[in-house]
């Protein structure tokens, strides 16, 4: 599934960024990325899922969200 990014800055990320692993967050990967945990659940909540559902996430070089729940 494909969401954008709320986050973005109007510039492309240069590599993809795993957000959730295992159903877990990648916290340090939030720090590195400028992403918000915030951000992540609120893209999740409009598609009806919780970290807890997604089993990998990334978000992308073009600032969308990627899941596989």
Not at 33 to 49: A, I
Request: aromatic share 8%.
């Amino acid at each position: 599934m494909i969401i954008p990014s709320e986050a973005s800055t109007g510039q492309q990320c240069r590599t993809a960024t795993v957000v959730i692993e295992n159903g877990k967050i990648m916290e340090d990967n939030f720090a590195h990325n400028r992403l918000t945990v915030q951000w992540l659940e609120q893209v999740l909540q409009q598609r009806s899922k919780s970290v807890s559902d997604v089993f990998y996430a990334v978000r992308g070089t073009q600032n969308q969200l990627y899941f596989d729940s």
